[in-house]
């Protein structure tokens, strides 16, 4: 199945690239703030890995991420004195942060083309469940612990500090709140869709007319179950 079967992330790849390329120069700090030129980069990269993941690779997709990974390396610098300060990075080289970079696209990428599906270990799926709320909170954070107390710790127990806490709420956030506030939300949605077919008069004439079989449209909990969660899949943001 061809990438082209969701254009509208495709399209979005372009629209989101052009903006944080020329954010810097336009002196709009708004379109700046919209865009995040120094993150996009990698935000777009995952878009175009996760279309590979579903529809399979293609030349158009791979051109996306070697563009990102290109325009990454515009704001290493810029990356490296906001957490270090101006001084440090001056006087610091850059290409340990490169290969970073690099092995972090190269490990997604082979992820996104199935060289890590027989592993199946079971604590993957926790990881990957507190991914995202890891995403929200490691940045302020962790980075604000990080300056607090950078004076106080030596740097590994530091580090390792604020990697474990971060990780524990990750995890607590995912428990206590993306779990059952997600629950809610799951089952509303069941609720509200159901009660919306059931109450469309003419749905059978209707579902005719648009060329769908009647028989095509879903009218199970288990039908309007899967509807759900293919609806509340399309709408996540996949790009960690």
């Known amino acids: 199945m061809s990438w082209t079967t969701s254009p509208g992330r495709g399209r979005g790849c372009g629209v989101w690239t052009v903006a944080a390329a020329l954010a810097p120069s336009l002196g709009f700090p708004a379109l700046a703030a919209f865009a995040m030129p120094q993150y996009a980069p990698f935000f777009i990269a995952g878009i175009a890995f996760y279309l590979m993941r579903r529809f399979g690779q293609n030349a158009l ?19 490296m004195a906001s957490n270090l300060g101006r001084v440090a990075a001056d006087h610091l080289p850059t290409w340990p942060v490169r290969l970073i970079i690099i092995a972090g ?99 059978r004439r209707r579902g005719t007319r648009a060329g769908i079989h009647p028989s095509a449209l879903p009218t199970t909990p288990g039908e309007i179950e899967k509807d759900v969660a293919l609806l509340m899949e399309s709408t996540e943001p996949r790009v960690r």
Not at 61 to 79: P, T
């Open 105 to 203: 696209f190269a490990v997604v990428g082979a992820i996104a083309l199935g060289a890590f599906d027989k592993i199946q270990w079971k604590w993957l799926s926790t990881a990957g469940a507190i991914t995202y709320p890891l995403y929200l909170i490691h940045m302020f954070i962790g980075m604000t612990l990080i300056h607090h107390f950078r004076n106080r710790l030596p740097a590994p127990v530091l580090v390792l500090s604020v990697i474990a806490l971060m990780m524990v709420t990750a995890w607590l956030i995912h428990r206590l709140v993306e779990r059952p506030v997600g629950r809610w939300i799951r089952n509303s949605m069941k609720r509200g869709i159901e009660d919306v077919r059931l109450n469309t008069p003419a749905r």
């Open 61 to 79: 997709l791979w051109g996306i991420v070697l563009f990102q990974l290109l325009l990454s390396q515009r704001y290493i610098h810029y990356r």
